[in-house]
C-alpha cells in the first residue's frame, strides 16, 4: 500500500464477481462523456452503464452490501456517504485522459473525498488499461486481479491508460468520509493496523488500551458526523 492509496484485495467475493457477470450482458452502455464535468469531458472516451437501468440497479445493490461488509473499506474510507456506484467499459481504442473528479456530486450534494475503482475484468484479458495517479513523487500504476479494488483521494490527477486490446469492465464509485482531511485518515488508518497487531499479542496489555483510546479521541476530534 502507497500512502494515502489503499489497494483492497477481493472487494468482491468470487460468487458476487460471478452474479455481475451474468447481469453485465444486459446493461444498455452509452458514451461516458455524459456523466464527466466540463473539463474530464474533453478527455473521456469510454462507456458508461445507461441510469435507470436494472441491470445496474442490481450491481449497485451487489456492491453496496460488498462495502458495508469490508472491514478495510471501512477502516480506510471512513464513510459518510456513497455515490451511487457506475459501470464502465473501456473497449480496445478507449481512455479516460489526465483529470480530477467533481468536488461535489449528486443530489442531494456530497463531497468527494475518496474515489474507488473496483477491477471487474482479469488483468491477462486485456492490455494497458491500468488506473495511473499523479503523485508529487511521480506515477503510481494500478492493473490488478479481478474483484479488487483501489481507494484513493479524489485530488490527485489521474488517468485510465488507453486499452490496446481486449476489453476493461469496471465499478466506480466515490466517498464523503465522516473525515475530510486525507492526512488525518492516514494517521487513524495507521493507529488502527498498529492496534490489530498489539490486540493480536494481548487485547488487556496497557498499551493496547491506550492506542485504542487515543485512536477514538483523535476519530472524536476530526469526525464529521
Not at 511521480?138 to 490527485?156: E, H, N, R, S, W
Not at 482531511?181 to 490486540?199: C, G, K, M
Not at 491506550?210 to 476530534?221: F, I, P, V, Y
Request: hydrophobic content about 40%; charged content about 20%.
Amino acid at each position: 500500500m502507497s500512502k494515502y492509496f489503499i489497494q483492497i484485495p477481493g472487494m468482491l467475493k468470487p460468487e458476487e464477481l460471478t452474479a455481475i457477470d451474468t447481469l453485465l450482458p444486459a446493461i444498455q452502455f452509452v458514451d461516458g462523456k455524459t456523466t464527466a464535468s466540463m473539463a474530464a469531458r474533453e478527455v473521456k472516451n469510454n462507456l458508461q452503464a445507461k441510469e435507470n437501468d436494472k441491470a445496474l440497479y442490481t450491481i449497485q445493490e451487489i456492491v453496496d452490501q460488498a462495502l458495508q461488509t469490508s472491514p478495510l473499506f471501512t477502516i480506510a474510507a471512513l464513510p459518510k456517504r456513497v455515490y451511487p456506484p457506475l459501470v464502465s467499459r473501456y473497449k480496445e481504442g478507449n481512455y479516460y485522459g489526465w483529470h480530477v473528479d467533481s468536488p461535489v456530486m449528486g443530489d442531494p450534494a456530497m463531497r468527494t473525498d475518496l474515489a474507488m475503482t473496483i477491477f471487474l475484468s482479469d488483468p491477462s484479458t486485456y492490455e494497458g488499461g491500468e488506473l495511473v495517479l499523479q503523485t508529487a513523487s511521480g506515477t503510481i500504476m494500478f492493473k490488478p486481479q479481478k474483484g479488487d479494488a483501489v481507494l484513493y483521494p479524489c485530488q490527485y490527477l489521474h488517468c485510465v491508460n488507453e486499452v490496446k486490446s481486449g476489453e476493461r469492465m469496471a465499478v466506480v464509485t466515490w466517498i464523503q468520509s465522516n473525515v475530510a482531511s486525507p492526512e488525518q485518515r492516514q494517521i487513524l488508518f495507521d493507529l488502527n493496523q498498529v492496534h490489530a497487531l498489539l490486540h493480536q499479542r494481548d487485547m488487556h496489555a496497557p498499551e493496547t488500551n491506550l492506542l485504542l483510546q487515543t485512536h477514538s479521541n483523535l476519530l472524536r476530534m476530526w469526525a464529521e458526523i
